[in-house]
């Protein structure tokens, strides 16, 4: 900044400094707004659901957990039917959330598991019509 020698240098650079004056408030004033925007309790809780829905490593988890969910109740189901014997159901109940804890901790392993079984029954088909 150079020395101000004259009284229209002065007031030129107070004109200045004016003009910065209300653009910084301008842009406080607007960052103020767009953050108690984000504050608000709705924008908070939608960021955090972006958030989760977003992330690659909870989209899988999330569909590994509902497989294990659903296989959990299918054997259950397929287990003890539509049986009235309390014994029965406490074991349906157990196994379904055995089954459920498994899967869900190991989907890879039952991927692959599955995979392997269905490319030998393929391959056995496939051997046999020859």
């Known amino acids: 900044m150079q020395k101000i ?5 002065l007031k030129e650079e107070i004109l200045l400094l004016k003009i910065r004056h209300a653009r910084e408030e301008q842009l406080l ?3 103020f707004n767009l953050m108690s ?4 309790p709705l924008n908070l809780v939608k960021s955090a659901f972006k958030d989760m829905t977003s992330s690659p490593a909870l989209k899988n988890n ?3 957990t509902a497989i294990g969910m659903t296989t959990g109740y299918l054997s259950k189901k397929l287990l003890t039917g539509a049986s009235h014997n309390p014994l029965i159901k406490l074991f349906g109940i157990v196994l379904q ?4 804890n ?5 989907p890879g392993a039952i ?3 599955g995979l392997n079984i269905l490319k030998k029954i393929f391959n056995k088909r496939s051997n046999d019509s020859l």
């Open 5 to 9: 020698t004259t009284v229209a240098q």
């Open 29 to 31: 004033k607007r960052q």
């Open 37 to 40: 925007e984000s504050l608000k």
């Open 62 to 64: 999330i569909g590994d």
């Open 97 to 100: 959330v055995g089954v459920a």
């Open 102 to 106: 498994f899967v869900t901790k190991h």
């Open 111 to 113: 991927k692959s598991s």
